[in-house]
Each structure stands twice: as structure tokens, then as C-alpha cells.
């Protein structure tokens, strides 16, 4: 019963660096999400796919690339890290039909930019 | 742009009593409304999730209501336990042009005290 898995949990990057957080669902889940959340803050919304092939803008999408080859896997890409990408990274999905969609979390992904 | 608002930001109650978290939102247009428990250093657990159409969910011991016209939203925890303490965030589901989003809340901080 695995859900939404991210990996890694932890990674800390050096400025200028570049890494891909890994997210993958076993839901077949048809929308998936990437948030940020930064200490004592709501979630930001970096993109997000309706699905496989198709991806979109968020609030806060500078930055980061994503890519949605296949239903499962929406893997988030920083190039050239920035301390200002020290954050707490969430993958989500959710089965988006009509008004329904509970939206699934996964654990998290801390990464921090030195 | 949709924005929602929680209030109050932090609350201690002592384990047995009963409360209320409230969440507001600007444009009424929404899907539905989904609350969130989060522990710390863990994602975020979903709760309960109310459909535009309706007016309640109710899980156990948690209550959530939702009021369109007026743009808010409140959880109701009956007979809190020390258990209960986590960051209580909700969301609303837009539609975009694209698709469809959830825009959170900052989140209430709850602490129950044995």
C-alpha cells in the first residue's frame, strides 16, 4: 500500500548544484502535484501535470523544470540551486473526475541549499 | 485569485475539550474544500473532504462544515486528546484554465495539553 513515494527524504546541495526529486504513485492517479513548504507557511503550488505528457505552471515555478513521461512518476528537476530553494518539497496526486479528489500526500522531501 | 485564510494561526486547549479551527476563502467558485492534519517532519494527512454540493463531513470525532455563499469553512474537534496536536491546514480546489489546483491556508497549530 505504498501511495505517493518521494525520494530522497533529505539532500543538501551546494549553491549552483543541480538535483531531481523523485515521485512516484501506484494510485493511477491522473494528477499529480509539486508544493513547497517553508517554515510556518501554507504550501506553494510549483506544477503540476493533469496527465502523462502534459504539465503546468504554478505560483511559484522559477526555478524548478518537471517532466510527466509516464501516469506514475512526476520527478521535479532544480537546476542551479539557490538558497532560496531551502524548503520542504511535496509531491501530491489525486484522481481529478468531475468535483471529486481526495489529494494524497507523500512523506516529503527536505532539501537544503548551502 | 483565490486566496484562504486561517484563524487562529496557533491554539492550546486541555485534552477534553472542544474546538473549532476556521478557513475562509475569497472566490466561492470552488470544487471542494479538503482538511489536512500535518505531524511534525511528516506530509500531510487528509481528514475529511467536503464536495461543493454538500454542506458537511463528519470522521469520528471531527466535523468539518462548509458555507459557499459566505466563503468559509470550520472543523470541529470534539472531545480533543493530546493525540490531536498537528498543524490543521485546509484547501480549496479551483478550476484553471488548464485544469484544476488547490490554494491552501497557512495553517492552525494545535496543541492539546494532558
Known amino acids: 500500500n505504498a501511495g505517493v513515494t518521494q525520494t530522497p527524504k533529505f539532500r543538501i546541495l551546494k549553491i549552483g548544484q543541480s538535483m531531481t526529486l523523485q515521485c512516484t504513485q501506484d494510485m493511477n492517479h491522473n494528477y499529480m502535484y509539486w508544493y513547497r513548504q517553508d517554515p510556518g507557511m501554507g504550501l506553494k503550488l510549483i506544477y503540476y501535470?493533469?496527465?502523462?505528457?502534459?504539465?503546468d505552471k504554478g505560483e511559484v515555478p522559477n526555478g524548478y523544470n518537471v517532466s510527466r513521461s509516464t501516469t506514475e512518476d512526476f520527478p521535479l528537476r532544480l537546476e542551479l540551486a539557490a538558497p532560496s530553494q531551502t524548503s520542504v518539497y511535496f509531491c501530491?496526486?489525486?484522481?481529478?473526475?468531475?468535483?471529486?479528489?481526495?489529494?494524497?500526500f507523500g512523506e516529503g522531501s527536505r532539501l537544503t541549499v548551502l | 485569485k483565490q486566496e484562504v485564510t486561517q484563524i487562529p494561526a496557533a491554539l492550546s486547549v486541555p485534552e477534553g475539550e472542544n474546538l473549532v479551527l476556521n478557513c475562509s476563502f475569497t472566490d466561492s467558485a470552488i470544487y471542494n474544500l479538503q482538511w489536512f492534519r500535518q505531524d511534525p517532519g511528516k506530509g500531510l494527512t487528509s481528514l475529511l473532504l467536503i464536495q461543493s454540493s454538500q454542506r458537511e463531513q463528519t470522521s469520528g470525532r471531527l466535523n468539518a462544515s462548509l458555507d459557499k455563499s459566505s466563503g468559509r469553512s470550520t472543523l470541529y474537534i470534539a472531545a480533543s486528546q493530546p493525540g490531536d496536536s498537528a498543524t490543521y491546514l485546509c484547501a480549496v480546489k479551483v478550476r484553471e484554465t488548464s485544469g484544476s489546483r488547490l490554494t491552501f491556508g497557512e495553517g492552525t497549530q494545535l496543541t492539546v495539553n494532558p
Open positions: 501535470s493533469v496527465g502523462a505528457g502534459i504539465t
Open positions: 501530491a496526486s489525486s484522481y481529478f473526475r468531475l468535483n471529486t479528489g481526495e489529494l494524497f
